[in-house]
């Protein structure tokens, strides 16, 4: 009925396990149709089929009718999404509301305590930390940029310059609020480029300028960098550095300054 390259998909998608989702399919191709009929189509041993359908019927993905023998409907996959979309929003609600509470209890307040007594301890100069994947670097970078009291200077590709305005323009426009000096260098010569300058310079000072590099430097003092060029590796296996150091930052920041100030 439906290849299994499908299945996994739909496995994925609905979070069925494989009994489940072959079920499904199987009383969708019917209309309706009984235990017996569904465990034939689907290849589901008899023993598991109530059980499943069952789990189908709690989930709402199928209807069980009325009358003798028993026998199920299957409900619109149009219907199913939104049920699914709910059901993932109430719970994702319930989530967030769960840990935000956690931040009113003492053992937060603990956690804290925990934290700074642990970071008195370490010498500034010796905190780093590497980051995989392209969002968690991002994650890092942002909240940085919450701890942004003067300025950030970033270096960046074309294409990153678009992954910027995606993913932090809402930091921008709360740097901006702030009055936090912002400096873009990038690479400026497709339309696209110019055009995501052009918004982002509502927050930011954007110029032209390819300095064949991808960092951000906050304050002169932390520094997140990229280990490779975007083009040699996937997002998934992007490597991130991050180093406090105002040494290693001030350094960076003076080399960034210089062809700043050259580019008109």
Not at 5 to 24: G, M, P, Q, T
Not at 33 to 52: F, H, I, K, N, Q
Not at 74 to 97: F, G, M, N, Y
Request: charged share 30%; glycine share 4%.
């Amino acid at each position: 009925m439906i290849s299994e390259d499908s299945l996994k998909k739909l496995r994925s998608a609905f979070n069925l396990n494989i009994y489940e989702v072959k079920v499904w399919v199987a009383l969708l191709s019917k209309g309706v149709a009984t235990a017996g009929e569904l465990s034939d189509m689907s290849d589901v041993p008899r023993s598991r089929s109530y059980d499943v359908l069952e789990s189908l019927e709690k989930k709402g993905f199928i209807i069980m009718k009325l009358g003798r023998p028993i026998r199920y409907l299957a409900v619109a996959p149009a219907e199913i999404i939104k049920r699914v979309k709910k059901t993932l929003k109430e719970r994702s609600d319930q989530e967030i509301k769960s840990v935000e509470n956690v931040q009113t209890t003492d053992v937060f307040s603990e956690l804290n305590l925990l934290y700074k007594l642990g970071i008195e301890h370490i010498d500034p100069t010796s905190i780093a930390g590497s980051f995989k994947g392209r969002n968690n670097i991002y994650d890092h970078i942002i909240t940085l940029f919450n701890q942004a009291n003067k300025e950030i200077c970033i270096a960046t590709t074309s294409d990153g310059l678009g992954r910027k305005l995606e993913h932090m323009k809402n930091a921008f426009k709360k740097l901006n609020s702030n009055n936090i000096d912002i400096k873009i260098a990038a690479s400026l010569k497709t339309e696209k480029a110019k055009e995501i300058a052009k918004e982002l310079s509502a927050y930011a000072t954007v110029k032209d300028l390819d300095l064949d590099a991808r960092f951000v430097i906050i304050d002169g003092k932390d520094i997140v960098f990229m280990v490779n060029h975007e083009k040699d590796v996937h997002e998934s296996a992007e490597t991130g550095v991050w180093v406090n150091s105002s040494f290693f930052a001030n350094a960076m920041k003076g080399m960034f300054m210089t062809s700043w100030n050259t580019k008109k």
